[in-house]
């Protein structure tokens, strides 16, 4: 079964696309439409890939066939000249103005959790990041609250206004996840769980992907591919540093990767500083040394009291640290050009339209 | 939540742990026991670790408490000192004989699965590999049979009598794999999938663990300790190559980690050379290599025509030069004092106990 | 042979410390005096080093005995808490301005050479880079001019006045280049040349020290103490990219170590962007980002014609790009409170000092 | 300046050529011939490639020119299908039958040298392992005896008759090291220390070239090539581990690059299980291992005390820890269809034939 991509001419309705579905399926090809970044992108799958080739060529209504043969076709270039924009709230990923995130690891507790939502705010953060399924090494270190943590989430949600970034570790969990995020990440470790990403693509959620940390820059542009080739139409690059010899620091950052990953494709990218440090005095330097590689935004660790805290501790800001180094951020932003997106507004979160 | 571990001393019948478990309870306790390695395991879950353990030290039934701090407690040499031994079907990893596995990369067919199966099982391997789940790292390249593959498999399973292991990808197939692999796969990129690695290890059938491409030896046990933790009994690790600057192979393989996990662990550990070397032309030295290395097994991709795969064919043998390698390991084990495992009987498949 | 490291009370005379020195020779020791970084740092060669440590530990002179079995430590902060200040020329390092050094590659020809010196000069760089001994992988490359161009890199140094840093490659070219180079740079693939890095510590002028492209912070910095140790006194490091498996940068950017080298060390720390980026349109944004995670200075590969360039064209920036972005980080720098070193005078280069 | 290099035909002496070297000096060329593995080079030095490349190509003297613009041309099968043979005494690397180097890693004194070697002869070593001078880490570390340690070598190279192995760390030591050295290593920190490998290229002596810690096989076959390009004509490779994120191993033994280099260069290759492994516990496997990947040798640490040794202790075997290896080794390579060389003759060693 081979899948082929195609986009239909500017303004083509999908009526004018009648008679080529029509004609795609007398080959044998089922196809189906959806609009991609401003596009109508058909995607046809059948087994007789020549032919169906050979009918997309032929017609009019189409003016750009995809090479799925090369890596990643819709997450490159050639499938959006244009940066995309993906929005989350009032958050906006690529459209030139930073976004700042952060947060704790995981929601504790309700109390710590709306404390540092407060003061993330406070300081100029766009968007909220909390954890409550948490990938840990040991079996018997502290998992996050899981389901127990959703109330907690959602309130803190909708008391501060500020939309929520939150890990999803399973197929499991996507009958919670949507209804309480409004961002939805795949963490470095399930970055090649193509399962997960073919699922989570159907959850109507934008999506943040980090990188796996010894995934190569194509083989990232393909897990995002995965999750475009699924239905995702948000998605996000997260880069959080990569495995290699160096041991002072948790993981090394990969800086470059923020430039290659524009060159190559539409999609915005953002820089998490603190799992890669792996210790809150060398965030700042890296959030900085981020904004200025090119990062459409910085995902930040923050905790009231890091000594406290049940995961990350040694590499979450408190809030004193995280608000100075909001304000040397933001002069940087504007300095570069792309000043830091402005605060959210004091009103609540809007409602999360509810997914199947 | 804290979780405490402690072996039973030899002889103790459940009946006789009754009380402990009752005092356990009264401190808000949950304990539950399990056969681990031969031995009584206690398993603990708790919010006041410190009282637990207090009861569990003072218990005369209670021989040894393992320390959850420290990783991976129960694949260590702390929690067997002796080498376990993994059985699937006649194959038994971990007890002196190496395992040789070999099999194609997917079930493409059935009449490739047959042939490859009769031919390596002439050649003396004695279980089969083969993937209906296949993860690829492009959405669009063949994702292998999936659920049409159930009944080729089973087909293949039944005539030629070779125990078969087969990768899992997902929660969702659960339902299936079990009923039809003798041995459950974990591959490199789900290694840290840890909901995948809990569910697993609930499935009731042997599992190869193998090792993710940059994890660590200890991250590696770590993800064994979820299968041991969540109840498996049978784990056999595989070492496939990790991922380093060099490029000539597809992946390094650390055979250093051959004899660390040996020291490490009680764990059987098996060597794929065929990932690691990403060219057939290479399997032959690094499969000797890893014999003489200390393998309990080795695991090998063979193809009746390498060119014709659907998936890895760069990397599979053809079925003579399988059949000339197998020749070549089994004089190398003999010289090795580890001779490789008699090959299988003709006899067809055990039935596989049905799993819930 | 054991070392020992002290330092005498601030204000110490050479004559104050004669007893000492005697007493240390009454015991086989062999005590030499430096300047080192503000304080007088006396170095004990020894057979019996628990007699010479508590004859040190006695007197009233010293204040302060390093410990040699500790990594680096005339490299650590345990020598000195206040940041290194290196001065070459007008140019400082370590002194809170961060220093732009540009060039070529290597001394093609003298044209090319007065071309670039005169552009970069007038973008704002502070410093030359030229190489005229080249180490290039295969022996059939370009290797630089060698000897040949000493007198065009003396030319262009005389005429523009910008001090020049070049890379040493053998200890057979210390007549040479210490004649010509206002700083001497070690580079990646000689940082664990330890003759080299013993001799050039000798030759009386500043160093850079490029990190080896697998040396751990660690190792960079033991490297730099074989320096400190054989008397260099003014050392600056550069961070240049270390392997990793990622490829679509030649090599991977480890901006973390620079925050770490200024904690670990008083030593000031510098960025090549070219070499690690292997492409300039990337070197701007790795040259911002190195200059926000903190660094002391660049070096920046710059040519006329980057595609006519000999060796590396393909990382060099052409003379317009190399402006634009020097007026970036010029803006950049003032909004990190670190404004960019002035630009140097027009005055031609002060004579160098002929080292024995 | 260009390098072209051009075999004559078979047979050819060196007055049929003196016409085409002749025509050669009328374009600019200067011509050199030597022999090399079996067959006459001709190396062109010009400055119009095109020309010589014309006149070679022309000649019926001339069978092959070699491309300079790809990869290590001397090294590699295009100069020689054939596997090259180096003897070092009555040691033979690359013939089938794998040679056994053992030895400290220092001459710290005499006795422990000579306890050594006479144990490491017995247990059926063919050559001795030796260093007098080390690369450190530390400059404060034992850096070996250096020249104090040439007469200490010298008596037990005549007394034990086998020929030692020893390393150059500098061009300063080339007065004496091959005088006192059958064969000459190249360190890993060292193998792109050019002007290093370019001046012992000329020594006289067979010469091993260990892989540095971040080389690609790539850059790994070019160091050869700047050894075979600089007039040596006996080179031998040795793995010793690549430096990667796994730290249960100092280093990584890469054994995929075994048959990789056999495959790319006709060089003998050996292996050096100590250095990768770290601990001599796990070096009885990595021998094994290393053999069995097709390994030209070993190259294996042994101290009478290893806990009493001045440097690399903790991974050097014990006597009747390499006596026994050496017989589990001898098993194996019989079984391997590939015996270990015989024991050395109880003869002296013969005279080294003086270095100008």
Chains 1, 2, 3, 4 share one sequence.
């Not at 090369?70 to 930073?98: I, K």
């Not at 109390?111 to 766009?126: D, M, N, S, Y």
Request: with cysteine; aromatic share 4%.
């Amino acid at each position: 079964m081979a899948t082929l991509l195609a986009f239909a001419a500017d303004g083509a309705r999908l009526s004018d696309l009648r008679g080529l579905t029509d004609r795609l399926a007398a080959l044998g090809g089922h196809a189906s439409t959806r609009s991609f970044h401003g596009r109508v992108l058909l995607v046809v799958t059948c087994t007789e890939p020549a032919l169906v080739h050979a009918e997309l060529a032929a017609s009019a209504q189409i003016t750009q066939i995809l090479d799925t043969a090369v890596p990643h076709p819709l997450a490159s270039r050639a499938a959006s000249a244009r940066d995309s924009v993906v929005r989350v709230g009032d958050a906006e990923f690529g459209g030139g103005r930073p976004v700042l995130i952060a947060g704790p690891c995981s929601a504790e507790n309700p109390e710590v959790l709306a404390e540092t939502a407060a003061a993330v705010k406070a300081a100029g953060a766009t968007m909220l990041r909390v954890g409550i399924f948490k990938p840990r090494t040991s079996p018997y270190a502290f998992q996050g609250l899981g389901r127990a943590g959703v109330s907690a989430l959602s309130a803190v949600r909708a008391e501060y206004g500020l939309p929520v970034v939150s890990e999803l570790l399973s197929v499991r969990d996507l009958d919670v996840l949507p209804g309480i995020a409004d961002m939805i990440q795949i963490g470095a470790r399930n970055m090649q769980n193509y399962p997960l990403l073919a699922e989570v693509a159907r959850a109507g959620r934008p999506l943040l992907l980090k990188r796996g940390l010894a995934a190569t820059v194509s083989e990232w542009l393909n897990a995002a591919e995965y999750l475009l080739a699924h239905g995702a139409s948000d998605v996000v690059l997260c880069e959080r540093g990569i495995r290699t010899f160096e041991r002072t620091t948790r993981f090394t950052l990969d800086l470059g990767a923020v430039p290659v990953v524009k060159e190559l494709s539409h999609l915005p990218v953002i820089v998490d500083p603190s799992h890669a440090a792996g210790a809150a005095r060398l965030v700042p330097s890296l959030s900085a040394a981020g904004l200025a590689a090119g990062a459409d935004g910085l995902i930040i660790e923050v905790h009231p009291r890091p000594h406290e805290a049940l995961s990350d501790g040694e590499q979450s800001l408190d809030l004193p640290a995280f608000a100075a180094l909001a304000d040397r951020l933001r002069v940087l932003g504007t300095a570069l050009g792309r000043p830091l997106a402005p605060a959210a507004e004091p009103d609540p979160a809007p409602e999360l339209i509810s997914v199947g």
